[in-house]
C-alpha cells in the first residue's frame, strides 16, 4: 500500500494567538459557555461557537437551546416547565488569553420577532441555528473555519474517533475551556440518519453539551481517499465535522453534517 506524508504550515492567524504556550489546540478556545435565560430566570446552560461571514460574527447552537422546544414538533421539551429564554449569556474570551468576559445577547427585538437565523427540513426544524452578535467589544473572537481543513484528502468513515468540544452538565476545564469528549462515528457518514443530514456519534453525552462543536484530529496514521495511507503533520487545526445536536438515550449522539451546514452558513449575511 502506497504512504503518503503531507506537512504542513501553522495558520499564523490562530497560532499567534497562543504565544503564551499555554494551550496546544486551537480548538480549546473556539467552544464558549453559554447560559439561557427568560428576564432574570435562569433556564439552563449549552455550548455555542462563532462563524464568520463576510459582514460579522454569528454565535451557533442548537434550535432547542434558544426556544426550549423540540424542533422536530416544535412542543416544549419540558410540559411542566413551558419558558422560553429571550436573552443568553455568553463566556467569551478576552484579549488575554485565559481571561474572560461575559456578554448578553438579546433573541428577540423590540417587537418580539427572532434576531436569530433557522431552517427547515420539511416540517422540522434544522437543530442549528445562528444569532447575530452584537456585544463582542471586549471579547478575542476565534471563529471555527467550517470550510475548509488540511484533513479535506483524508477518508472519514464508521469507527473513526471524533471530538465533541462542549460543557457537559456545565463542567469545564480551567480556566474555562471546554472538556473533550471523544466518540466513534456510528453510522456511514454520506447516508443520512432520521431522514436528516445527521451521523450518529458512539459517545456518552450529557446535558450542556448541544450546540458544541465536533472536530475530526487523528493523532496517528490516516487513511487517504486515493487509498495511500499516511500522516499529517504540521500543526494544522481539526477538520469541522459538525454540530452536536441530541442524544439517543445518552448512548449515542446527533452530530448536523458540516457539509450541510456549510451552504446554510455562507448564506448568513
Keep these: 500500500m502506497k504512504k503518503k506524508y503531507i506537512f504542513?504550515?501553522?495558520f499564523i492567524a490562530q497560532t499567534s494567538a497562543f504565544s503564551q504556550n499555554k494551550v496546544i489546540q486551537p480548538e480549546s478556545v473556539q467552544s464558549l459557555y453559554i447560559e439561557l435565560f427568560n428576564d432574570s430566570t435562569f433556564l439552563g446552560s449549552a455550548?455555542?461557537?462563532v462563524i464568520k461571514s463576510k459582514t460579522r460574527n454569528y454565535l451557533v447552537t442548537?434550535?432547542?437551546?434558544?426556544?426550549?422546544?423540540?424542533?422536530?414538533?416544535?412542543?416544549?421539551?419540558?410540559?411542566?416547565?413551558p419558558?422560553?429564554?429571550?436573552?443568553i449569556k455568553i463566556v467569551h474570551n478576552a484579549n488575554i488569553l485565559g481571561n474572560y468576559t461575559i456578554s448578553t445577547e438579546n433573541l428577540f427585538d423590540k417587537k418580539g420577532n427572532k434576531l436569530w437565523y433557522e431552517n427547515k427540513i420539511k416540517n422540522e426544524m434544522v437543530d442549528?441555528?445562528?444569532?447575530?452578535?452584537?456585544?463582542t467589544i471586549k471579547a478575542k473572537i476565534y471563529p471555527v473555519n467550517y470550510k475548509t481543513s488540511v484533513y479535506e484528502q483524508v477518508r472519514i468513515t464508521t469507527s473513526e474517533r471524533v471530538f465533541i468540544l462542549g460543557f457537559p452538565k456545565g463542567m469545564k476545564s480551567a480556566p474555562f475551556f471546554p472538556i473533550w469528549k471523544s466518540g466513534l462515528l456510528a453510522s456511514e457518514p454520506d447516508y443520512d440518519q432520521e431522514g436528516k443530514p445527521i451521523v450518529w456519534v458512539d459517545a456518552l453525552t450529557y446535558k450542556g453539551m448541544s450546540g458544541s462543536?465536533?472536530?475530526?484530529k487523528p493523532n496517528d496514521k490516516v487513511l487517504f481517499k486515493d487509498g495511500a495511507e499516511g500522516f499529517i503533520s504540521g500543526g494544522g487545526t481539526a477538520?469541522?465535522?459538525?454540530?452536536?445536536?441530541?442524544?439517543?438515550?445518552?448512548?449515542y449522539g446527533a452530530l448536523?453534517?458540516?457539509e450541510y451546514l456549510e451552504k446554510i452558513f455562507d448564506s448568513l449575511p
Design 62 to 81: 442548537n434550535y432547542h437551546v434558544v426556544t426550549n422546544r423540540n424542533p422536530t414538533n416544535n412542543e416544549w421539551l419540558d410540559p411542566k416547565f
Design 83 to 87: 419558558i422560553a429564554p429571550n436573552k
Design 239 to 251: 477538520k469541522f465535522m459538525g454540530v452536536f445536536s441530541h442524544s439517543y438515550e445518552f448512548i
Design 213 to 216: 462543536p465536533v472536530y475530526f
Design 128 to 135: 442549528v441555528v445562528e444569532l447575530p452578535l452584537n456585544d
Design 47 to 49: 455550548t455555542g461557537f
Design 256 to 258: 448536523w453534517k458540516a
Design 8 to 10: 504542513i504550515l501553522a
